[in-house]
């Protein structure tokens, strides 16, 4: 051999060797990485065939029963013991010999030549590769095998040294596997805190509302999901009562809504479901409405358990929750973003649901016991009887028993009371009469520019509008106009100055002139109609009276008006006065009552008594005028309010206060009634139209 090719394979063998040592240093380093024992195999296995330059290899572990598991595999099917099931059976038969074969157990390799067995039980290696095994052990036990197919050509001091390269291979796979080992332990100790924690919370409280918000907040961390909700049943529907990080929420929002209807559908039916983008296999009321929420919704994975209280079953604990009683509930996981459902995952939702459907029966149970406020305060006043103290007692009682007497007997005047401003009887809105820009604001009666509390008179200037298509339109016309007049004139000048005309061309002329003297006309009309809304763009006031509109200048000066659209309101100058009370739609009934029983006694109106904001120590009277009969939508706050018009003399308010739009309260007089319903009517009314209604 020459020097060169000498040369040539001292590079290469260089070169092999270090290539192997980068794939065992990155062998090493995958064995420190927090890697799943799925991601750590594929990337072991790789590597170490690679180092070996063979065919192919695979991982097999040891299951809780023994049996073992492929894991990963590279060229499994170029052995040819897949397509071979007699081959496969004496494989088989081989792996369980090596995984018990003392020497392998102990941490020792084995080499298996092509077509060689065990003993007479069938156990052989039935390939034509050599088959090399390597133990794959933690500190406590064996897990697994790693078999790799090598050429079987290779001299007996090549083959072992491919088994010690495996055996150390396979002591930095035992290394990452006791790691894993460790965070797993670490991991379930933690898991288990959690589950202790959770179980704790979710019974410390029989409040079912609270418990409901507890199961929700400490579900989702225990389960580690997007989020976590709680319906309760309430007669044939679910509510939904938590959303776990949520410690408000609005209950008639379209979400809440349809999430609600799905818990109920899926509690008709008493089964769990879980949806993960499949919905071949549900019933079709669950169907709809689980498509609908998804619809709004966009979640990817979710689940709905129905809550109940377990049956004890002595013959069968394992099938506790499909004898549970009737659902009172449901519990509802859902992920967001993703749609997996990892087995651990899973049961932590069973060990959850389970733990709820406890805590919830227990707490619904004793939310529904019979007088149970009663019972708390009994059993929170023993004191109150004892030698010592009895007494006090019965001086308080008595004191309790008269109150509640005088609270029945004794006479008061029902006033219901309201907010509402002073305002004209006459009042008129300035409307656009047509388009335009406003460019100019009017002036009052003082010559100072109009704004809200000037007092103007009527067919006085309020606005100048801009209109430029109008101006256009009737510089258009009169153009037009001219041209046609002059056209009219040269007809008649030829239809009288010539004596030559044929009588052909005579009446061609005569037909001429009527049209021209009909556009004439058309021009004319279409010029007054014009003017007409030209001079709708000055805009005069109605009537005497007070402007009643605040911010005029900012809201209608260089800006666009339509027609018909309001610009202004005057307050009449002179004439009657009168209160528009808002009152609370609730307290209808009871002024309409007090309005029909004074009628039979021959009144003729209600009293109202009211205070103005600028002089609140002066309580003036008028009477109930005018009752409008449908009520108006406010704010949420106020709710509906039906405008109650209240005749007054306005001689009885000074003249400085005489103001449209001031602030008034009043209140108007239906009669008198007991203490009690005086000061307790708004209770009264919400019980009975809150709970006894309910209930009846």
């Given at each position: 051999m020459?020097?060169?090719?000498?040369?040539?394979d001292?590079?290469?063998?260089?070169?092999?060797?270090?290539?192997?040592?980068?794939?065992?240093?990155?062998i090493a380093?995958?064995s420190?990485?927090n890697l799943?024992p799925?991601q750590?195999?594929g990337?072991?296995?790789?590597?170490l065939?690679?180092?070996?330059?063979?065919?192919?290899?695979?991982?097999?572990?040891?299951?809780?029963?023994?049996?073992?598991?492929?894991?990963?595999?590279?060229?499994l099917?170029q052995t040819?013991l897949?397509?071979?099931e007699?081959?496969?059976?004496r494989?088989?038969?081989?792996?369980?010999?090596v995984?018990?074969n003392p020497?392998?157990?102990?941490?020792?390799?084995?080499?298996v030549p092509?077509?060689?067995?065990?003993?007479d039980d069938?156990?052989?290696?039935?390939?034509d590769?050599l088959l090399v095994f390597?133990?794959?052990?933690?500190?406590?036990?064996m897990?697994?095998?790693?078999e790799?197919f090598?050429?079987?050509?290779?001299?007996?001091?090549v083959?072992r040294?491919?088994?010690?390269f495996?055996?150390?291979?396979?002591?930095l796979?035992?290394?990452?596997?006791?790691s894993h080992?460790?965070?797993?332990?670490?991991?379930?100790?933690v898991?288990?805190?959690?589950?202790?924690d959770f179980?704790?919370?979710?019974?410390?409280?029989?409040?079912?509302?609270?418990?409901?918000?507890?199961v929700?907040n400490?579900?989702?961390?225990?389960i580690?999901?997007?989020r976590?909700?709680?319906?309760?049943?309430k007669?044939?529907?679910c509510?939904?009562?938590?959303i776990s990080?949520q410690?408000?929420?609005d209950?008639?929002?379209n979400?809440?809504?349809?999430l609600?209807?799905?818990?109920?559908a899926?509690?008709?039916?008493?089964e769990?479901?879980?949806?993960?983008g499949d919905?071949r296999?549900?019933?079709?009321?669950?169907?709809?409405a689980?498509q609908e929420?998804?619809d709004?919704?966009h979640?990817?994975?979710?689940?709905?358990?129905?809550?109940?209280?377990?049956?004890?079953?002595?013959?069968a604990?394992?099938?506790?929750q499909?004898?549970?009683e009737a659902?009172?509930?449901?519990?509802?996981?859902?992920?967001?973003?993703d749609n997996?459902v990892?087995?651990?995952?899973?049961?932590?939702v069973?060990v959850?649901?389970?733990?709820?459907?406890?805590a919830?029966?227990?707490a619904m149970?004793?939310e529904?016991?019979f007088l149970l406020p009663?019972?708390?305060?009994?059993?929170?006043?023993?004191?109150i009887v004892?030698?010592?103290?009895?007494?006090k007692?019965i001086?308080i009682?008595i004191?309790?028993?008269?109150?509640?007497?005088?609270?029945?007997?004794v006479?008061a005047?029902?006033?219901?009371?309201?907010k509402?401003?002073?305002?004209?009887?006459?009042?008129r809105?300035?409307?656009?009469?047509v388009?335009?820009?406003?460019?100019?604001?009017?002036k009052?009666?003082?010559g100072?520019?109009?704004?809200?509390?000037?007092?103007?008179k009527k067919g006085?200037?309020?606005?100048?509008?801009?209109?430029?298509?109008l101006?256009a339109?009737k510089?258009?016309?009169?153009?037009?106009?001219?041209?046609e007049?002059?056209r009219?004139d040269d007809?008649?000048?030829?239809?009288?100055?010539?004596?030559t005309?044929?009588?052909?061309e005579r009446a061609?002329?005569?037909g001429?002139l009527?049209?021209?003297?009909?556009?004439?006309?058309?021009?004319?009309e279409q010029?007054?109609?014009?003017d007409?809304?030209?001079?709708?763009?000055?805009i005069?006031?109605p009537?005497?009276?007070?402007i009643?509109?605040?911010?005029?200048e900012?809201?209608?000066l260089?800006?666009?008006?339509?027609?018909?659209q309001s610009l202004?309101r005057?307050?009449?100058?002179e004439g009657?006065?009168?209160?528009?009370l808002?009152m609370?739609?609730d307290?209808m009934?009871?002024?309409?009552?007090?309005?029909?029983?004074?009628k039979?006694?021959?009144?003729?109106?209600?009293?109202?008594y009211y205070?103005?904001?600028?002089?609140s120590?002066?309580?003036?009277?008028?009477?109930?005028?005018?009752?409008q009969?449908?009520?108006?939508?406010?704010?949420?706050?106020?709710g509906?309010?039906?405008?109650?018009?209240?005749?007054?003399?306005?001689n009885?308010?000074a003249?400085?206060n005489?103001?449209a739009?001031?602030?008034?309260?009043g209140?108007v007089?239906?009669g008198?009634r007991s203490?009690?319903y005086v000061w307790?009517h708004d209770?009264l009314?919400?019980?009975?139209?809150?709970i006894?209604f309910?209930?009846l």
């Amino acid at each position: 051999m020459s020097s060169y090719e000498e040369s040539v394979d001292s590079q290469l063998i260089e070169q092999t060797r270090i290539q192997i040592q980068a794939l065992v240093a990155e062998i090493a380093q995958l064995s420190r990485q927090n890697l799943t024992p799925g991601q750590f195999y594929g990337e072991f296995l790789n590597r170490l065939i690679s180092a070996l330059a063979a065919l192919g290899g695979v991982i097999w572990t040891t299951g809780d029963n023994g049996q073992l598991a492929l894991q990963y595999q590279i060229n499994l099917q170029q052995t040819g013991l897949i397509e071979d099931e007699e081959k496969q059976k004496r494989h088989d038969q081989l792996l369980y010999k090596v995984l018990s074969n003392p020497v392998v157990v102990g941490g020792e390799g084995l080499l298996v030549p092509a077509h060689s067995g065990f003993g007479d039980d069938g156990a052989a290696n039935p390939t034509d590769f050599l088959l090399v095994f390597g133990p794959l052990r933690t500190d406590l036990e064996m897990v697994g095998l790693v078999e790799v197919f090598q050429r079987s050509d290779a001299a007996e001091q090549v083959q072992r040294g491919y088994l010690r390269f495996i055996l150390q291979m396979c002591e930095l796979a035992g290394d990452f596997l006791k790691s894993h080992q460790l965070r797993h332990y670490s991991d379930r100790q933690v898991l288990w805190a959690k589950l202790e924690d959770f179980t704790r919370n979710v019974h410390a409280s029989l409040d079912p509302l609270e418990t409901a918000y507890t199961v929700a907040n400490e579900a989702r961390r225990l389960i580690e999901c997007d989020r976590v909700s709680v319906a309760l049943k309430k007669g044939g529907q679910c509510k939904i009562e938590a959303i776990s990080g949520q410690d408000v929420f609005d209950k008639r929002s379209n979400t809440v809504r349809l999430l609600g209807r799905l818990a109920s559908a899926v509690v008709a039916t008493g089964e769990p479901v879980w949806y993960a983008g499949d919905t071949r296999d549900l019933a079709p009321q669950v169907e709809d409405a689980l498509q609908e929420y998804v619809d709004d919704v966009h979640t990817k994975m979710i689940a709905i358990l129905p809550l109940g209280r377990p049956k004890p079953d002595r013959e069968a604990a394992a099938e506790d929750q499909k004898d549970a009683e009737a659902p009172i509930g449901a519990l509802i996981v859902e992920q967001i973003e993703d749609n997996r459902v990892v087995p651990s995952m899973a049961q932590r939702v069973d060990v959850v649901c389970r733990h709820s459907s406890i805590a919830m029966a227990n707490a619904m149970e004793h939310e529904n016991l019979f007088l149970l406020p009663l019972w708390r305060a009994i059993g929170k006043s023993k004191f109150i009887v004892q030698a010592r103290t009895l007494p006090k007692t019965i001086l308080i009682a008595i004191g309790i028993v008269a109150a509640l007497i005088a609270l029945i007997v004794v006479p008061a005047d029902f006033d219901l009371h309201a907010k509402g401003t002073l305002e004209t009887v006459e009042r008129r809105e300035v409307y656009a009469g047509v388009e335009g820009q406003v460019y100019e604001m009017g002036k009052d009666n003082e010559g100072r520019t109009i704004e809200h509390g000037s007092w103007v008179k009527k067919g006085q200037v309020l606005l100048r509008l801009h209109n430029f298509s109008l101006n256009a339109k009737k510089a258009d016309i009169a153009g037009q106009l001219s041209t046609e007049i002059q056209r009219r004139d040269d007809l008649q000048h030829d239809l009288s100055g010539s004596n030559t005309l044929k009588p052909d061309e005579r009446a061609k002329l005569r037909g001429e002139l009527a049209e021209s003297e009909q556009k004439i006309t058309s021009f004319v009309e279409q010029s007054k109609v014009i003017d007409a809304q030209l001079a709708d763009l000055e805009i005069h006031a109605p009537i005497d009276g007070q402007i009643m509109t605040w911010e005029l200048e900012n809201r209608l000066l260089n800006r666009p008006v339509q027609r018909g659209q309001s610009l202004l309101r005057i307050a009449a100058s002179e004439g009657d006065w009168h209160l528009e009370l808002h009152m609370s739609e609730d307290r209808m009934g009871h002024i309409l009552r007090a309005e029909t029983a004074a009628k039979l006694k021959g009144d003729e109106s209600l009293d109202v008594y009211y205070v103005l904001a600028t002089e609140s120590g002066v309580t003036l009277k008028g009477h109930v005028s005018e009752i409008q009969r449908d009520a108006e939508v406010t704010d949420k706050d106020e709710g509906n309010v039906v405008l109650i018009k209240a005749g007054i003399d306005k001689n009885d308010i000074a003249k400085e206060n005489l103001r449209a739009g001031a602030t008034v309260t009043g209140k108007v007089h239906c009669g008198r009634r007991s203490l009690g319903y005086v000061w307790f009517h708004d209770l009264l009314s919400f019980i009975q139209s809150k709970i006894f209604f309910r209930f009846l």
